[in-house]
Every structure is written in structure tokens, then in C-alpha cells.
């Protein structure tokens, strides 16, 4: 059984950064996508990046495009969301999920069945 733990969150002020890890236990990630969510209070959820299961792809939504980056540690079964220039509208709680998808691309439109219990990020001065 697939299991994600997100870690990472905290409190930054704007421009900071942070770095978030997705790390995986019981199943290894060489053939999940893995996607990044986040849910603000008031607003709808967004899905903010993923990674393909061999790396053939990555994807950003136009929001977080140019400052977040995401990789992935297949030695340490984990994936990370590097995330510069924040600011207040980047406070969310933040969720990695999976999908099994060995060959494919990823695409944050697909139903990710698999969910960590969410890191809170918080931008504030």
C-alpha cells in the first residue's frame, strides 16, 4: 500500500522559500505520477505541478510558472516542490497524490487516487 507523507510547510514571508518533500512508503514511485495540490481557505482547490513517472514530463499551473519546481529522488522515493518568491496567495494547505501511470505523461486533470495529509505553507510579513 502506497502511502505519501508531505513535510516541509511552515511559515515564510514573502519572497521566501520553501521546499516541500512528498516521501513515499510500502510501494516506490518509479511508476506514479505524482502531482502537487493546494487548497486555500475560501477558494477552490488548484492543482500546482506534477511529474511524470519517468520523468518525461513536468507541468506548472501559470500561477506558480517560473517560481516552484518540482523533482524527484528515486533513491529516496521522494518528491520534492521547490518553492521561490512566495507570496500571500501561495498560503494554502499543500497535498501530493499519485496515480499509477508508468508510460504516460501527467497531467493535473487526471483523478490522483492516492493522497498525503497535507502541509500547511503560510506567506506572511
Known amino acids: 500500500q502506497l502511502q505519501l507523507v508531505e513535510s516541509g510547510g511552515g511559515l515564510v514571508q514573502p519572497g521566501g522559500s520553501l521546499r516541500l518533500s512528498c516521501a513515499a512508503s510500502g510501494v516506490t514511485l518509479a511508476n506514479y505520477d505524482i502531482g502537487w495540490f493546494r487548497q486555500a481557505p475560501g477558494k477552490e482547490g488548484e492543482g500546482v505541478s506534477c511529474?511524470?513517472?519517468?520523468?518525461?514530463?513536468?507541468v506548472y499551473a501559470a500561477s506558480v510558472k517560473g517560481r516552484f519546481t518540482i523533482s524527484r529522488d528515486s533513491a529516496k522515493n521522494t518528491v520534492y516542490l521547490q518553492m521561490n518568491s512566495l507570496n500571500p496567495d501561495d498560503t494554502a494547505v499543500y497535498y501530493c497524490?499519485?496515480?499509477?501511470?508508468?508510460?504516460?505523461?501527467?497531467?493535473?486533470?487526471?483523478?490522483?487516487?492516492?493522497w498525503g495529509q497535507g502541509t500547511q505553507v503560510s506567506v506572511s510579513s
Open positions: 497524490a499519485s496515480i499509477w501511470d508508468p508510460f504516460g505523461i501527467c497531467t493535473l486533470r487526471r483523478q490522483y487516487n492516492n
Open positions: 511529474i511524470s513517472s519517468k520523468n518525461l514530463n513536468t
